[in-house]
């Protein structure tokens, strides 16, 4: 079964600095997708950042970029000039491309990110 | 563009109880999916529907419920009402077949507590 794994609980950046969030995987697919959802206390879980398995070029949403390294199975992100807007729990997500069967979305522990003003 | 709503809130049932959770997703989506969200198992997957037919389905006991009705609207359902159920319970909406690839939109959630 695919695995998500977060091995930060907690991060914290100084806001206007720049903060990577780790997030590695277990899968035997070639074909599959990345996600990268942020929780404000809200609750409501926000899509970050999308990335296809097959495409090589690394996925940017402007300050928010991601580092994926198939081979390693890595999957970071990167948030540049952080912003206090920036604090929530941020989860990285696994989607299978194979269709319809276990192709449920999994989710990582999650990150909570702390911006200091 | 209406999100994905899910009603009620929060709710609040007493154990034994039973509850029914309510979404409605994006218009024109038609795969909706549901999670349970605690602190100590994070998300984990319920089941997902897809034009009126589950797809997919958690590990979840059999107490865990649910359908999706013909304009994509989907209700879960929780019987027998255990302590361990307090949770925060999303619904999230896709697209199509393969929408979900594109990644869901997540409702606010509905948070349970058993008591």
């Known amino acids: 079964a695919q695995t998500v794994t977060q091995s930060q609980p907690e991060m914290s950046v100084q806001e206007a600095e720049t903060v990577t969030l780790s997030c590695t995987y277990d899968t035997s697919e070639s074909d599959y997708y990345l996600f990268w959802y942020k929780q404000p206390p809200s609750r409501q879980m926000i899509l970050v950042i999308r990335q296809e398995a097959y495409k090589q070029q690394n996925a940017t949403e402007n300050r928010f970029s991601v580092n994926f390294q198939k081979a390693a199975k890595s999957f970071s992100l990167k948030i540049s000039d952080s912003q206090l807007g920036d604090a929530a729990m941020y989860f990285c997500?696994?989607?299978?491309?194979?269709?319809?069967?276990?192709?449920?979305?999994?989710f990582g522990a999650g990150t909570r990110l702390t911006v200091k003003p | 563009k209406a999100g994905v709503t899910q009603t009620p809130r929060y709710l609040i049932k007493t154990r034994g109880q039973q509850v029914t959770l309510s979404c409605s997703p994006i218009?024109?989506?038609?795969?909706v999916s549901w999670y349970q969200q605690t602190p100590g198992q994070g998300l984990q997957f319920l089941f997902e529907?897809?034009?009126?037919?589950?797809?997919n389905k958690g590990n979840f006991p059999g107490r865990f419920s649910g359908r999706q009705f013909s304009n994509s609207r989907s209700e879960m359902n929780v019987s027998t009402l255990e302590l361990g159920d307090s949770a925060l319970y999303l619904c999230?909406?896709?697209?199509?077949?393969?929408?979900?690839?594109?990644?869901?939109?997540f409702g606010s959630g509905t948070r349970l507590t058993v008591v």
């Open positions: 999230a909406s896709s697209a199509g077949d393969a929408g979900g690839n594109y990644g869901y939109t």
């Open positions: 997500a696994y989607r299978s491309g194979l269709a319809y069967n276990n192709n449920d979305m999994r």
């Open positions: 529907y897809f034009s009126e037919t589950q797809r």
């Open positions: 218009s024109g989506h038609r795969s």
